[in-house]
T-cell receptor, first 113, second 109 residues
Framework: DSGVTQTPKHLITATGQRVTLRCSPR?????VYWYQQSLDQGLQFLIQ???????AKGNILERFSAQQFPDLHSELNLSSLELGDSALYFC????????????FGPGTRLTVT | EDQVTQSPEALRLQEGESSSLNCSYT??????LFWYRQDPGKGPEFLFT???AGEEKEKERLKATLTKKESFLHITAPKPEDSATYLC??????????FGTGTSLTVIP
């Protein structure tokens, strides 16, 4: 158990809908990272927050947004969902803004039908 | 363009048969290179961080090394429980992370 929690574990929704994925980092970690893992593309870095502020941005679509709250938990919002958004979404945390090891949560499996 | 390439895609070893996994990278300003292990349906598990060429780190049967263009993960006398996908990642100067697609390792008893 990495100490990173993610909810929900599974999510099934329809195209065009909006969902929110939640992540709680390990106790004491200030950085949160979001990743998308699909079968054909591997792990894709989406975005990093450090102590509430955006620190780095990867290949995050404009339909996706994230934030980190004062209690350090983070949410990833996915809107106008398309079939291609079906994937595993991982959250990770680290103690500082990097380059430090990241501890990954168990993931949220999103299925868009 | 920043990218990470891992080889081979898949590797089957007999128990006790040592081998190496390769991770080659091109990145603007390497801040760190990471190795992770991922079991099916689970999140990646951190193994090593390497920061500069020449650096080496070891943990049980695993040893990671780093040069200016690539990293190797050496597995000595593997056991069936070492079967997993091994992922390599780099952090670039802009703080973005890039992951390779992994090497799927199967160790046969």
């Amino acid at each position: 158990d990495s100490g990173v929690t993610q909810t929900p574990k599974h999510l099934i929704t329809a195209t065009g809908q909006r969902v929110t994925l939640r992540c709680s980092p390990r106790s004491g970690d200030l950085s949160v990272y979001w990743y998308q893992q699909s079968l054909d593309q591997g792990l894709q870095f989406l975005i990093q927050y450090y102590n509430g502020e955006e620190r780095a941005k990867g290949n995050i679509l404009e339909r996706f947004s994230a934030q980190q709250f004062p209690d350090l938990h983070s949410e990833l919002n996915l809107s106008s969902l398309e079939l291609g958004d079906s994937a595993l979404y991982f959250c990770a945390s680290s103690s500082d803004e990097g380059p430090y090891e990241q501890y990954f949560g168990p993931g949220t499996r999103l299925t868009v039908t | 363009e920043d990218q990470v390439t891992q080889s081979p895609e898949a590797l089957r070893l007999q128990e006790g048969e040592s081998s190496s996994l390769n991770c080659s990278y091109t990145v603007s300003g390497l801040r760190g290179l990471f190795w992770y292990r991922q079991d099916p349906g689970k999140g990646p598990e951190f193994l090593f961080t390497l920061y500069s060429a020449g650096e080496e780190k070891e943990k049980e049967r695993l040893k990671a090394t780093l040069t200016k263009k690539e990293s190797f993960l050496h597995i000595t006398a593997p056991k069936p429980e070492d079967s997993a996908t091994y992922l390599c990642a780099v952090q670039a100067s802009g703080n973005q992370f890039y992951f390779g697609t992994g090497t799927s390792l199967t160790v046969i008893p």
